[in-house]
């Protein structure tokens, strides 16, 4: 019997063949006595030297459209037993929405069985050899920052000034990693004499992720090569991208990576790495433009720019930066005192949720910690008759409740953001509580449902008054990544409406519409995201990412 021929094709570059591969090493696991063969280009051949999974690297000249033209010659080369393209940039065009990392695990066609984790092998030799560099560096603390342009970060050269002003006051040594020089590179010198830019071969750079104190990511190939096999899982370090789908969140290994996808977030990121290292972190929670409110701009970037997101006269206004939706114009914070009156379904709906939380959640929960945020009647009596601890309190009182990191193991949010005038701080908040491997679990009204889309204003969740704001889903994406929580689950339902309410909503303007196609319309709709309620499981990972309480240090000299 003639053994397996697999062949894998990339030419897209270090970074995109880093994430791919795990592909390799999913064939290899599938059928062992298999030959896999990797076509590459030569900037990315040294990333899969001493790989135990690719048997042979065929090296093609030509720039990637070039070799991407080649593709079917290739296919057609010999009676391959699988031929696999997964550079992002062949598929996006069918799935828009997915990260560049889930593109590429996605279009290898495998039924994933091994960690999806980028595989680089370094020899003895080349660890001894970075670790001989790394000891002719200064004494003290050490930021790697990589510095190689890459499409999918917001990074300008003056985000540099940045890390002085975060890191001056530990007195560390910056080293620039790039094979060309960094930008205005003497201009930083002058600045900051503690810097070097460091020209060791690539490779080198996964023993120098796992020496140095912090590294400053900006999405290129040493930002790929920070999430390979050979590199500390534990490594604090900043990824400045466009947003969640250009970021590494997919790997859910690393522990302690603050994402950032805007200038203040970086900084509020590596403000906050320089105090863990300094032993003096203490979370912050504070409003980040508490004068928003009262000049009308948006409470989570600050921006004047709203614009009206509703077919009818501007009762909807959408932030075009954050994308946050304030609804009836930006509102001050709301001070809850009652409980909000739920119908039986609504409470039965709640009842269904809190099982739900249980089950994603996964751990034992006797003994446990639930944070009940919605002050659901009843819920005490719920997570008690588990064997749960349960403090149920009303959103408004939240802020003000000083709570340890990491006191709980759950926490329950139905209906509770959307009546937030500042959800990203909220949620810092709720993040910061969450122990390792808790879990948020999230309901919310989906300002991209059918329903509003088909009765604007006269949506329920708009008409009830009492909400500030609508999160859309890449809104919700982007912030909790940025808080460093997983999202394990993201899909739209019915909602707390009873199923004639809905249909009455659905069949504005459909008035013909049978029973039948109702109850078909209900699970397509569902299905597509456009439910009239977004449910949304998030996991803690590593330690909190909370913004630092700014500290006045003496500057370095």
Sequence with gaps: MSRPQHAIAVFSGRRDSLHATPIAWQLKM????????????????????????????????????????????????????????PSPDLHKDQHPDLAEVDLIRQSAGVNWLVPFRPIMRLTKAEEMQARRYWRRLPAGPKILVEVNHARSSIWQEDFRQDLIASFAHLEPTFVFISEDQPLNWYEFCTAWPRTVWCREPFRLAGEFLNL???????????????????????????????GAQWSGMPYPHRENVYYAFSRERYRESIQAIAARMAGDFEADFSVRHPECVAQGSCPSCGSSDPRSAAPAAGKFRQCPHCLLVHQGGVQAPQQQTAARELTEYQRSMRGEHFARALEDWGGKPEGSQLVDLSATPGMTEHAEGKGMRCLSLHASDFAALDLSEGCADLVFLPH?????????????????????????????????????????????????????????????????????????????????????????????????????????????????????????????????????MPVEHSQAI
């Design 30 to 85: 599938d059928q062992q006595d298999c030959h896999v063969t990797w076509f590459t280009r030569p900037d990315s051949a040294t990333v899969l030297a001493n790989n135990p999974h690719v048997d042979e690297v065929v090296v093609l000249e030509g720039s990637q459209e070039e070799l991407n033209g080649r593709l079917d010659e290739l296919r057609q080369q010999q009676d391959w037993s699988k031929f696999i393209t």
């Design 212 to 242: 140095c104190d912090a590294f400053i990511a900006i999405g290129a190939d040493y930002t790929a090569l920070s999430y390979a096999d050979c590199c500390r899982r534990d490594l604090p370090q900043v990824e400045v991208v466009i």
């Design 416 to 548: 509770v953001l959307q009546e937030q005038s500042y959800p990203r701080e909220f949620l810092e908040k709720v993040e910061y509580i969450l122990a390792l491997d808790g879990i948020a679990y999230i309901t919310l009204p989906n300002i991209g449902s059918l329903g509003y889309a088909t009765v604007g204003e006269s949506w329920p969740w708009y008409a009830a008054g009492r909400n500030a704001c609508h999160l859309p889903v890449r809104y919700l994406r982007d912030r909790l990544s940025e808080m460093g929580l997983w999202i394990e689950h993201c899909d739209s339902m019915p909602g707390e409406f009873p199923l004639p309410d809905l249909e009455a909503i659905y069949r504005h303007g459909r008035p013909e519409m049978a029973a039948a196609g109702f109850r078909k319309l209900v699970q397509a709709v569902s299905q597509q995201a456009c439910g009239e309620e977004l449910r949304m499981v998030v996991r803690k990972r590593g330690r909190s990412k909370a913004r630092a």
